[in-house]
């Protein structure tokens, strides 16, 4: 392994990245190990564990240089491919049988017929049974795969003896993160309160995106799909008949997939959910959308486990981007936690923002229009208006983030006499920013505007290589 890859596709930075190297023999097994106190997934040249829990092997006490290039004693690419993917929850007989594909078919099936009350007392049977699960992915929001990267450009940074490197910046326009408002629509009853969801989204000036089950649920007509776009808002593909099938067997995906395709076109959708987040991110290359919404970032309340550890969109395996459910859907917090507040999804908002990530909100028009819900909603939007004034937050629609991270892929940084300028594309939206190194600290700077010729403003600071004690961590 001899690849700064993962690095630089992620920053775009201008100077190569000196490769990382192998310390020594990975081992054959993946498992469990931490660098510094973040806890990874994969192979690794020390030992490694089953679990995410006990005293783990710490990589980062392996680093060690070689001449301009640093060893590492795991493989990054791999790590971050296992925690996006999700790999690590696919490890022989790790599946509970809260998760297996009966469970999951019989919930699904009874779930519409069931009032609110009964799959609340159902579910919350099923987080007491996952209580003792252990604390990887983090709650609410897991950073460890945007994290190891920063770690990785700042011992990168170390090895070439720079401690200042320019990139291009993750959002347009100099926007410090992202925010988007997306509604799945599971009923007849929610289809039908849509028009109500767009008035009060209008309201506070944001345009949200429906995600619609094509077949079986409710109705679809082409009038329908009108009196959403016209309005400019967007419309997704939400599975195919919500019947919780979609993934347990390769041979029924891949005939579903064909009629989803359809409904693709039929929709002019560029982007597609996964009923009750069901997901294999390995299958979703059949699809024929841009972008994928089906992620969580910390699966801790969902059907499903897992979660992609990140709070910014990535690459799937083949060609859509994944843009990541990176806070509590609605239903979660009203009938599961019991809660009427914004509490949490502040704290996950304030988590994504220090990341600089998309948040990415899940609310269904199925459950929102009760008056404790509605009043709650409300005051979502009055809190995601006050980021976007007083911190600089993007709020956009899910296919204006897949434009735009499809677009800075495609950018170069490149020198412009003693400064630097972007090409491609939608350059005229983008940004320089440096990552500096401050003693153990890695911090980034951006300039407001692309012609700036003064200095940058720091933006970031959260990054301590050294890292906090494992054993003194907090929750957020």
């Not at 049974?129 to 897991?142: I, N, Q």
Request: overall charge positive; glycine content about 6%; charged content about 25%.
């Amino acid at each position: 392994m001899e690849s700064s890859e993962p690095v630089s596709g992620h920053y775009k930075c201008a100077r190569p990245i000196p490769g990382f190297g192998l310390t020594g023999h990975l081992r054959s097994a993946n498992g469990y190990f931490r660098f510094g106190p973040d806890i990874c997934y994969g192979r690794a040249a020390g030992n490694t564990r089953a679990t995410a829990s006990g005293d783990l092997f710490d990589a980062a006490r392996s680093v060690r240089r070689s001449g301009s290039r640093m060893l590492l004693p795991f493989d990054p690419g791999q790590v971050l491919d296992n925690l996006r993917y999700e790999r690590y929850v696919s490890v022989p007989g790790s599946q509970a049988w809260s998760q297996s594909s009966w469970m999951k078919r019989f919930y699904c099936g009874v779930r519409p017929m069931l009032p609110a009350s009964i799959r609340s007392q159902l579910q919350k049977a099923y987080l007491l049974y996952r209580r003792d699960t252990p604390a990887f992915p983090r709650w609410p929001v897991d950073r460890t795969a945007d994290i190891l990267l920063e770690k990785l450009l700042a011992v990168a940074m170390e090895s070439s003896r720079v401690d200042r490197i320019p990139f291009i910046w993750f959002w347009p326009d100099a926007y410090k993160a992202a925010a988007i408002v997306t509604h799945d629509v599971e009923t007849t009853a929610g289809r039908d309160l849509c028009d109500k969801l767009m008035d009060e989204d209008d309201a506070f000036g944001i345009k949200s995106s429906f995600q619609i089950v094509p077949e079986k649920r409710y109705g679809v007509s082409r009038l329908y799909l009108d009196s959403i776009r016209s309005r400019g808002f967007e419309i997704n593909v939400h599975g195919l008949n919500h019947d919780g099938k979609l993934f347990d067997n390769r041979e029924r995906f891949l005939e579903s997939a064909t009629k989803i395709n359809y409904y693709a076109e039929q929709f002019g959708s560029r982007g597609f959910r996964s009923p009750c987040l069901y997901r294999n991110a390995d299958w979703f290359q059949e699809l024929n959308f841009s972008y994928d919404m089906s992620v969580p970032n910390v699966a801790r309340l969902e059907p499903q486990r897992g979660g992609c550890c990140t709070v910014l969109p990535y690459a799937l395996p083949g060609r859509m981007l994944e843009i990541p459910l990176t806070t509590t859907e609605d239903y979660t917090l009203f009938h599961i936690l019991k809660d009427y507040s914004i509490r949490l999804w502040k704290q996950q908002m304030r988590i994504i923002l220090k990341g600089h990530g998309v948040m990415n909100f899940l609310v269904h028009p199925d459950y929102v229009f009760s008056s404790k819900a509605l009043g709650t909603y409300k005051k979502l939007l009055e809190e995601v208006c006050r980021v976007n004034n007083d911190q600089g937050v993007w709020i956009t629609l899910p296919r204006e983030i897949d434009r735009w991270w499809r677009d800075r892929d495609a950018m170069r940084l490149i020198p412009d006499g003693p400064n630097w300028k972007i090409e491609g594309a939608g350059s005229e939206r983008a940004r320089v920013a440096y990552a500096c190194l401050e003693g153990d600290r890695l911090v980034y700077e951006l300039k407001a505007e692309p012609d700036t010729r003064t200095s940058a403003t720091r933006i970031h600071s959260s990054l301590s290589l050294k890292g906090p004690d494992p054993k003194k961590q907090q929750p957020d």
